[in-house]
Structure formats: structure tokens, C-alpha cells
């Protein structure tokens, strides 16, 4: 026999309010005190309540439902970042019955989803300086929370890893470890995170009295980890000789420790190898990699709760949430 539906009734009762709390609650309501929320929330997380989309959409006005725009590039797949992001939305929006939907779509559907109800907002990921939907949603002054500083400056609401922070303590590692001859295969150099990255790590070498770092470009993926490792090895960018090399991510450094060992170069005895992320790819290398941890649920999370509230009040000042990054040291270095 089917379970008849958890009713808004029972979980005021689980939670001890009134039903018109929890309709509150339900239906996004700025107002709930926040402990009183929670309580709440719990309720519907322990009785299993599912709204009414359809009835709570005509109360509000809303779709019920956010956006994850993700990159069009074919990255998501094989790129472990993106689950965990979904992984630290979605303990966020389901109490609130709030579905999560992810698109790779262009720019003019998303614009369209948010302004034909289709939509409450969204969260972009992976945006780069030629990206217009930024500055698309700006102006038409829709719900939207970045997963990275504007690489211009902008008038939107973003969360972050402090990226040169990240990269500096990877410098700080190779040199303590006795590192002197240093490079790093940096991310896209157009994205935030590449441009970052990059930064940092010079500046630390810099705080170092150490030459300028051996710098070749890749792009956040094995494949051009591996493109790049095979580059460094060239003589043309000095890279030849490195004793220790930070890969802006730990997914290139999956496609670039293979090649480094069929050079004859042996991690750590002859190069030291830090990535960033601290993804699975940085335990499933070998050697298992050290790196640069960003607490990327946690940061996802505040995404959400941050859109949430943007949707709420539209008219919320613009904000930032830098968290800091911390070092996982593993074998490769």
C-alpha cells in the first residue's frame, strides 16, 4: 500500500509550531526567526514533507527550483569538483523543497529560465573573462551567486578559496622541503583561478629570493596535465631540471606525474609535487599527492544559502565569502 503524503500539519507537530510557521518556512519566508527555521527544517528532513510545487508556486510566485550553470566544455564529467559543488548545495535546498537543476545552456535560456519563473536564480560555475552572462544577469538584476571572484570587477555576489594564499603555501612547502629550482603548470590563465594561482605562487618564490618559477599554461584537465608536463620538459621554458613543481590542480597532476616518471624524473626523490583541489585524483595518484585544500562542500553551500537569500530579498547588498585554503601533505612531496 502507498504511503499517504506527509502533511504540513504533521510537521508542525513533529516541530512543535504552528502550521502556519512551517507554511512559512516552506514557502521562503524572510521573516522565521532563524533557530525557529531550523527546527523546522529538521521536521520536514525527519518526516520526509515534500511541498506542493505546484500549489507553492502560485503562493510565491517562484519556481521552486535554482540553477548550476556548468561549463560547456565537456569538463564535468571527468572533473570530481562539480559533484562535490552539488554535494554541498543540496543539504541546503532540499529542506526548503527547492529543487536543484543543472544546465550547460546558453546564456539566453538561463536569462530566460529566471525571468519566465523557470528559475529562481543561479549559481555559475567556471565563468572566464569573455563570459557575458555575468554582466547579463547584473543588469537584468536576477538572483545569481559566482563560484569566483569576477576576473573583472563587478557588482555580484561570489564565493572563494583564497587562490594565492592556496599557491603560496605550496611554495612554502617545496622550499621548506628543499626545493630550489621551482615551476608550475598553471591553470587557464583566463579564468580567476589560473590568474590567481599563478600570482601567488610567484610572489612566495619572490619572498624566497628564488629565481622566477618555470611557468607552462594547461587547462584544468588530465589530458592538458599531461600536455604540459611534457612541455616543461622542454628546455625552451627552463623547466628541465625543476626540483619542484606546484600543478594548479590535482586533475592535471594525474596527467602529469606518468609523464614525469617516463622522463626519468622520480616523485619525490628528484621532483616534489604539490596540486591543489585535495579532489580524489590526489589520492589516487602515485604517489599520493600533496596539495592544496579548498573545502569546496562548504563553499558550495554558502552558495546556496546566499542565493536563497538573494531570492528572498532581491535587494541584498552584493557580497563575498573568501574561505582559506590549508595544505594536506602526502607523499609526493
Known amino acids: 500500500m502507498d504511503r499517504r503524503p506527509v502533511t504540513l500539519e504533521e510537521v ?44 507553492r508556486s502560485l503562493v510565491t510566485r517562484r519556481a521552486g527550483a535554482i540553477g548550476l550553470v556548468l561549463p560547456e566544455e565537456g569538463r564535468t564529467v571527468h572533473d570530481p569538483y562539480f559533484g562535490r559543488v552539488v554535494s554541498g548545495v543540496l543539504p541546503v535546498i532540499r529542506p ?65 578559496v583564497d587562490q594565492a594564499a592556496g599557491a603560496g603555501l605550496a611554495a612554502d612547502h617545496l622550499v621548506a622541503s628543499g626545493c630550489r629550482r621551482l615551476a608550475t603548470i598553471t591553470g587557464p590563465l583566463e579564468t580567476p583561478a589560473g590568474q590567481d594561482r599563478l600570482r601567488g605562487f610567484r610572489e612566495a618564490v619572490a ?38 613543481l606546484f600543478i594548479a590542480s590535482d586533475l592535471m597532476a594525474t596527467g602529469a606525474l606518468p609523464v614525469l616518471r617516463a622522463g626519468g624524473r622520480r616523485v ?6 604539490v596540486g591543489f583541489d585535495d579532489s580524489s585524483p590526489a589520492v589516487e595518484c602515485d604517489p599520493p599527492l600533496t596539495t592544496v585544500r579548498q573545502p569546496v562542500e562548504d563553499m558550495a553551500a554558502e552558495m546556496a544559502r546566499l542565493l536563497v537569500e538573494r531570492v528572498e530579498r532581491p535587494d541584498r547588498p552584493v557580497s563575498s565569502v573568501v574561505f582559506a585554503p590549508t595544505l594536506v601533505v602526502r607523499r609526493s612531496s
Open 12 to 55: 508542525a507537530r513533529i516541530a512543535g509550531v504552528s502550521r502556519a510557521t512551517v507554511s512559512r518556512v516552506v514557502n521562503g519566508v524572510a521573516t522565521v526567526d532563524r533557530e525557529l527555521r531550523q527546527v523546522v527544517e529538521k521536521a520536514i528532513s525527519t518526516t520526509g514533507y515534500t511541498p506542493n510545487r505546484a500549489a
Open 96 to 160: 526548503l523543497g527547492v529543487q536543484l537543476v543543472l544546465t550547460t545552456g546558453d546564456h539566453r535560456e538561463v536569462v530566460d529560465d529566471i525571468r519566465q519563473r523557470r528559475l529562481d536564480g543561479v549559481i555559475l560555475i567556471h565563468t572566464h573573462g569573455a563570459d557575458p552572462l555575468p554582466r547579463q544577469l547584473i543588469d537584468a538584476n536576477l538572483p545569481v551567486v559566482l563560484a569566483a571572484r569576477p576576473v573583472r570587477p563587478m557588482s555580484i555576489t561570489y564565493v572563494d
Open 207 to 244: 619572498r624566497h629570493g628564488l629565481p622566477e618559477p618555470a611557468v607552462v599554461e594547461g587547462d584544468f584537465s588530465r589530458e592538458g596535465g599531461a600536455e604540459a608536463a611534457r612541455r616543461l620538459a622542454g628546455a625552451d621554458v627552463g623547466g628541465a631540471d625543476v626540483d619542484g
Open 268 to 273: 619525490p626523490e628528484d621532483v616534489k609535487v
